[in-house]
């Protein structure tokens, strides 16, 4: 589950947004599932902090971009400090669906003449075949994408099949409350930015990733469940260790998130700089256990408090 829990819930929001057409297609053949999705709570409590001075205030919130329906978060302090905020800040800024796809197709497929399948032994093309056939995915549909695409695309197939749904997703949601409130969106980063991420990695890593999330497909859903009962929770540190405590490649782990961390940090310090209120989301990993935002800021002297 190591890099599914980074993929899926930390770091890349723009694959995310990328599988939506294919998602959608996923919820509209339902099938039954032994896991359900987490059961709603009568009111979540996700976890909200904030950097402030005498004339400005930056709230951090932490997202997971799918989420079971029937879970109630946009409520209390967290609805206040949304509301009250000039403008909404994410990973990502809001890109058109066509550029998503351009940009997304432009790093996932493979180079003219490659398949995904030729890329495997006999061994593992068997393995692989196996597990799309129990998804009722035909092999030949990705077979001109990446390994690490792929990885991305799969591991989500069991979730939404056990309910989740994008448009479920705290981004989802922040992004139509922010359109209706008529309030600038900005990214952190570019979508080549999140995207060269994985697909700088070797092959033979994406293929690692790829066959350790094929083995942990009866798994993801309930995996993924305790993830969102601690974020409902506001249990910040128990969600940090379930999303960061498996990552055990120091370079992927650098990558996904030490290195972004520290630069969100520095443009938290430079936005101090500017008045105004902003309401920062980004995923929920980012925001707890050693090397978090939190723990930049406070380094370069800050004081971050728990408001919810």
Do not use: C
């Not at 180079?111 to 009722?136: C, F, H, I, V």
């Amino acid at each position: 589950m190591k890099t599914i829990r980074a993929a899926l819930l930390v770091t890349l929001s723009a694959t995310a947004a990328l599988l939506g057409p294919a998602l959608h297609a996923q919820q509209s053949h339902p099938t039954p599932q032994p896991v359900e999705a987490v059961a709603a709570r009568a009111m979540a409590r996700p976890a909200l902090w904030k950097v402030s001075d005498a004339d400005t205030t930056v709230y951090l919130f932490g997202t997971i971009h799918l989420l079971p329906k029937g879970i109630e978060w946009y409520d209390g302090k967290l609805a206040q400090a949304f509301e009250q905020s000039q403008e909404l800040v994410t990973e990502l800024p809001e890109i058109p669906q066509d550029q998503t796809m351009a940009v997304t197709m432009r790093f996932a497929a493979l180079p003219k003449g490659q398949t995904l399948r030729g890329l495997m032994d006999d061994k593992e093309k068997a393995k692989y075949e196996a597990a799309l056939q129990g998804l009722s995915i035909p092999a030949e549909a990705l077979d001109p994408l990446k390994p690490w695409f792929t990885t991305v695309a799969l591991a989500t197939v069991p979730l939404v099949r056990a309910g989740y749904s994008l448009n479920d997703g705290v981004e989802a949601q922040l992004e139509k409350r922010n359109k209706a409130l008529s309030r600038p969106r900005i990214g952190l980063e570019t979508l080549e930015y999140q995207l060269g991420i994985f697909d700088g990695l070797p092959v033979a890593a994406q293929k690692a990733y790829l066959f350790e999330t094929i083995d942990a497909f009866p798994k993801i859903a309930e995996e993924v469940n305790k993830m969102v009962d601690s974020w409902s929770k506001g249990d910040a540190a128990t969600l940090a260790e379930i999303l960061n405590s498996e990552m055990d490649d120091p370079v992927l782990y650098k990558a996904l998130l030490t290195d972004r961390n520290r630069n969100w940090s520095v443009w938290i310090d430079d936005r101090m700089d500017r008045p105004g209120t902003v309401f920062l989301a980004v995923g929920a990993g980012h925001l707890g256990g050693k090397d978090s935002v939190q723990e930049f800021l406070e380094k370069a002297g800050f004081k971050v408090e728990r408001v919810q």
